[in-house]
């Protein structure tokens, strides 16, 4: 198959293109930057109608709060140029043809309630400015006969580290781990591997409408924490709660710029999804959600090593 990637040189999109390359697919990349095989931005209409027809296109360009460059100020617009234009421009460019168009959504699009599972009838509403983006580029590429959406949860993996990054160093410095509420309730994780092989699978199968990617088994924040104790070797980790409510608060008087609006809601209530549409279609993921929350604290304290001896050696 002709396979056109978007967000190419990111997290997931690179390891879509390496496994799309893998199974004999010619594969064509773009984004904004990187080493790929057209760069531009799609949210420039030009660029976009000069991409190449194709049999999938996989859509994992997009831009959250982890993202480098994000303004202090206009954010909203931030996003609703790198998502919704974005997507709007694309869909636009693929609807009239028989192109399989592949989108990569979020978890935070899901109304967050709290409830046990969400699943793809689950009652869908923004909750902040990039959970509230991403509801919009959706609306563009539901009016594509037969697209499909991927809705991962946080994806994990070596590069991604976020809030694992400070437990690892409270930890293996001073043996204690803080963290902002209570921490018992589940939250999942998948895989980047798990959702490209999703992705693939989509793609292979022609499927059409949502599907969720989690891997098996969601932990607590308090879970995490033992899980990658037990990996680095530290016998003892003191858990500090920290209470919420005034967290939300600075939160909220800063714009929510101290944690996003969606961070805090999945800090405050049980994230868990259902994968039955994903699993009916042959995907079978391959991580544990202990297995990546070890893996990327090992990636995380590998990175730190190395900082040491560099600094030592310098």
């Not at 969601?218 to 104790?229: F, G, K, N, T």
């Not at 680095?232 to 996003?260: D, T």
Request: charged fraction near 25%; aromatic fraction near 8%.
């Amino acid at each position: 198959m002709r396979i056109l990637i978007t967000g190419a040189a990111g997290f997931l999109g690179s390891e879509c293109v390496e496994l799309f390359k893998e199974r004999g697919h010619e594969v064509t990349t773009a984004d904004k930057t990187g080493s790929v095989d057209l760069r531009g931005d799609l949210a420039d209409q030009k660029f976009v109608d000069s991409l190449p027809d194709c049999d999938v296109v996989v859509n994992c360009a997009a831009v959250q709060y982890v993202s480098k460059g994000i303004p202090t100020i206009f954010r909203k617009s931030f996003f609703e140029r790198n998502n919704v234009l974005a997507a709007k421009n694309l869909c636009g460019r693929y609807r009239q043809q028989t192109t399989h168009f592949i989108h990569v959504g979020t978890s935070m699009m899901y109304r967050q309630t709290g409830q046990e599972r969400y699943d793809i009838h689950s009652k869908m509403a923004g909750e902040g400015v990039y959970s509230r983006s991403k509801m919009a580029a959706q609306a563009f590429v539901d009016t594509i006969p037969g697209a499909a959406t991927i809705i991962p949860c946080i994806i994990g993996g070596q590069g991604r580290e976020g809030l694992f990054r400070g437990f690892v160093k409270m930890m293996t410095k001073l043996g204690i781990v803080a963290f902002p509420g209570h921490g018992k309730h589940k939250i999942h994780m998948v895989h980047v591997v798990d959702v490209a092989s999703l992705i693939y699978r989509v793609a292979e199968t022609r499927a059409s409408g949502l599907f969720n990617a989690a891997d098996p088994d969601p932990l607590s924040i308090r879970e995490w924490i033992d899980e990658i104790a037990a990996e680095l070797g530290v016998r003892r980790v003191r858990k500090i709660s920290i209470p919420l409510l005034p967290v939300m608060f600075l939160s909220w008087a800063s714009g929510y710029r101290v944690l996003a609006r969606e961070q805090l809601l999945m800090l405050k209530l049980q994230h868990v999804l259902s994968i039955d549409e994903s699993l009916a279609i042959g995907w079978r993921p391959r991580f544990s959600n202990a297995r990546i929350a070890r893996d990327i604290a090992v990636h995380i304290n590998r990175g730190a090593a190395l900082q040491t001896a560099r600094k030592r050696e310098a």
